[in-house]
C-alpha cells in the first residue's frame, strides 16, 4: 500500500504562481511514475501532468502546457507540480497518483493509476 499526501494549495489571484507538493510513503515502488489530476465542482476528474520514474519523460494537458511543470525527487519520494499563470479555470482539487508499475508510456488516464492522494484545493480568483 501507497499513501499519498498532498500539500501546497490554497487561494491565489490570477496570474499568481503555486506550487504543490505530494509525498509518497508505505511500500514505495523504486520505479513508478507519478501524476497529477484535477476535480473542478461538477465535472470529471481530468489529467494535468505525468513524470516518469526515471524523471526523464513528462507528458502534460494541452491546457496547462507552457505553464504548469511536474518534477520528482525519488530521494524524498516527493512529487512537484509548479503551477504559474494561474487562471481562474485552473481552479480546482488536485490530486497526486501513483502508477506502481512503471507502465510505458506515461499515462494522462485515470486507470494508469493505481493509488490516490486525498487532494488539495487550489482557488484561483479573477
Known amino acids: 500500500q501507497v499513501q499519498l499526501v498532498e500539500s501546497g494549495g490554497g487561494l491565489v489571484q490570477a496570474g499568481g504562481s503555486l506550487r504543490l507538493s505530494c509525498a509518497a510513503s508505505?511500500?514505495?515502488?523504486?520505479?513508478?511514475?507519478m501524476g497529477w489530476f484535477r476535480q473542478a465542482p461538477g465535472k470529471e476528474r481530468e489529467f494535468v501532468a505525468a513524470?516518469?520514474?526515471?524523471?526523464?519523460?513528462?507528458i502534460y494537458a494541452d491546457s496547462v502546457k507552457g505553464r504548469f511543470t511536474i518534477s520528482g525527487d525519488n530521494v524524498k519520494n516527493t512529487v512537484y507540480l509548479r503551477m504559474n499563470s494561474l487562471k481562474p479555470e485552473d481552479t480546482a482539487v488536485y490530486y497526486c497518483?501513483?502508477?506502481?508499475?512503471?507502465?510505458?508510456?506515461?499515462?494522462?488516464?485515470?486507470?494508469?493509476?493505481?493509488?490516490w492522494g486525498q487532494g488539495t484545493q487550489v482557488t484561483v480568483s479573477s
Open positions: 497518483a501513483n502508477d506502481r508499475l512503471g507502465r510505458q508510456p506515461l499515462s494522462p488516464n485515470r486507470d494508469g493509476y493505481d493509488y
Open positions: 508505505g511500500r514505495t515502488f523504486m520505479r513508478y511514475n
Open positions: 513524470i516518469s520514474w526515471s524523471g526523464l519523460t513528462t
